[in-house]
C-alpha cells in the first residue's frame, strides 16, 4: 500500500524559506514521477514540481526559480526546497506519485496522495 506522508510547512515572512519533505512507502521515489501541488483557499490544485524516472524535472513558471524538486533514495523522501517565499505561495502543499515515468504537473496524471502540510506566508 503506497503511503506519501508531508512535513516541512509552517509560517514564515515574506523571503523566507521552507523545505517540505515527503516521505514514502510502499512506493520507490527514484523509479517513477512524483509531484508536489498545492491549493489555496476557493483555487484549483495546481502543479509545482514534479520530477520523473530517471530524473528530469518540470517546474511551474509561477514558481520557476524559487523551487527545486528534488529525491532521496536513501531515505525514500522527496523534498521541495522554495526559497524567495511570496505571500500568493500560501497553500495547503501535498505530495502524490504515480506508476509512470514521465513529470508532469497535472493533478489527474497522479493516483496515489499525502495529506498535505500548510505553507503560509506573511507579506
Known amino acids: 500500500q503506497v503511503r506519501l506522508v508531508e512535513s516541512g510547512g509552517g509560517s514564515v515572512q515574506a523571503g523566507g524559506s521552507l523545505r517540505l519533505s515527503c516521505a514514502a512507502s510502499?512506493?520507490?521515489?527514484?523509479?517513477?514521477?512524483m509531484g508536489w501541488f498545492r491549493q489555496a483557499p476557493g483555487k484549483e490544485r495546481e502543479g509545482v514540481a514534479a520530477v520523473g524516472s530517471p530524473g528530469y524535472t518540470s517546474v511551474a513558471d509561477s514558481v520557476k526559480g524559487r523551487v527545486t524538486i528534488s529525491e532521496d533514495s536513501a531515505k525514500n523522501t522527496l523534498y521541495l526546497q522554495m526559497n524567495n517565499l511570496k505571500p500568493e505561495d500560501t497553500a495547503m502543499y501535498y505530495c502524490?506519485?504515480?506508476?509512470?515515468?514521465?513529470?508532469?504537473?497535472?493533478?489527474?496524471?497522479?493516483?496515489?496522495w499525502g495529506q498535505g502540510t500548510q505553507v503560509t506566508v506573511s507579506s
Open positions: 502524490a506519485a504515480d506508476r509512470t515515468t514521465i513529470a508532469a504537473l497535472n493533478p489527474r496524471s497522479y493516483n496515489y
Open positions: 510502499g512506493y520507490t521515489v527514484s523509479s517513477y514521477r
